[in-house]
């Protein structure tokens, strides 16, 4: 059974920076590809970043390329997205999902599809 958690949310200003994090037990996550979800009140869920399965090929959503940066420490097991320039419409429940199934080409990784896996989720409030 594959667990993940999230940590690192919480209240921040506009311009400020936080660091996600996401710990994974019963997977290895050099194994599958990895991303990073966030949902809004009232919205839907919508994609933030992702690693594939390689490790190497990264995809961002527009709205967070040049300011998040999706990354993972293979040694910890975990997956890492820092933050910055944090801006009131980042304001979301934050959550890591796995895909453990096959090897999801980029534009698939942009959907909620290919996971299998999902954490929890963490709060994170951009606010004055």
């Known amino acids: 059974q594959v667990q993940l958690v999230e940590s690192g949310g919480g209240l921040v200003q506009p311009g400020g920076s936080l660091r996600l994090s996401c710990a994974a037990s019963?997977?290895?996550?050099?194994?599958?590809?990895m991303g990073w979800f966030r949902q809004a009140p009232g919205k839907e869920r919508e994609f933030v970043a992702a690693?594939?399965?390689?490790?190497?090929?990264?995809v961002y959503a527009d709205s967070v390329r040049g300011r998040f940066t999706i990354s993972r420490e293979n040694a910890k097991n975990t997956g890492d997205l820092q933050m910055n320039g944090l801006k009131p419409e980042d304001t979301a429940v934050y959550y890591c999902?796995?895909?453990?199934?096959?090897?999801?080409?980029?534009?698939?990784?942009?959907?909620?599809?290919?996971?299998?896996?999902w954490g929890q989720g963490t709060q994170v409030t951009v606010s004055s």
């Open positions: 999902a796995l895909a453990t199934r096959g090897n999801p080409i980029a534009s698939t990784l942009r959907t909620t599809d290919p996971y299998d896996y």
């Open positions: 019963g997977r290895t996550f050099t194994n599958y590809a």
């Open positions: 690693f594939a399965r390689s490790g190497i090929r990264i």
